[in-house]
């Protein structure tokens, strides 16, 4: 197998974010690799304890969407990604992360991963569901 060609780092802006933008970068470097960036969020629905209604979006999404557009933007800058490689997607978690990285025909997905246990390991996680998806190579990187 050659050296990867394009790489989609999926960050969340939790502290962990700057671990996995520097094992990315290295990565990066030694491949020569093209770098896109997605974050992910997750739509807020409010749930009535009562049958009679159905779930309601919030639409909240759209102004942490704006927000998260500007941080992943800021990032991208730093790291020499141009804003159409930036994406900020609202959905369901893995499914974007796939997602984005068929269309983007990615080839390594760059992940973070809390290494739980017990219950947490059995409900199953983000890496561990874009792992058992991917359509190409996923680098879990464990986050302490």
């Keep these: 197998m050659g ?16 671990m996995l933008v ?9 491949c020569a690799a093209e770098l ?5 969020i997750e739509p807020v629905v409010i749930d009535p304890s009562y049958d009679v209604f159905p779930a309601v979006p919030l639409g909240l999404e759209q102004e942490a969407a704006d927000k998260a557009r500007k941080e992943l933007v800021r990032l991208g800058d730093r790291l020499a ?3 159409e490689r930036c994406h900020v997607v609202i959905g369901s978690t893995k ?3 796939l997602r984005c990285a068929r269309e983007r025909q990615a ?14 390991l059995l ?3 983000t890496a561990n569901a874009v792992l ?5 190579d996923v680098l879990a990187v464990r986050i302490q």
């Design 3 to 18: 050296a990867y060609k394009h790489i989609l780092l999926a960050v969340d802006f939790s502290n962990a974010t700057e």
């Design 123 to 125: 409900l199953g996680s």
């Design 132 to 136: 058992h998806g991917a359509p190409c």
């Design 36 to 40: 896109s960036l997605v974050h992910v």
């Design 107 to 120: 080839d390594l997905i760059v992940v973070g991963s809390h290494g739980r246990h017990g219950v947490a």
């Design 81 to 83: 990604v141009v804003p």
């Design 22 to 30: 520097q094992r990315t970068v290295t990565l990066r470097q030694f």
């Design 95 to 97: 499914n974007e992360i």
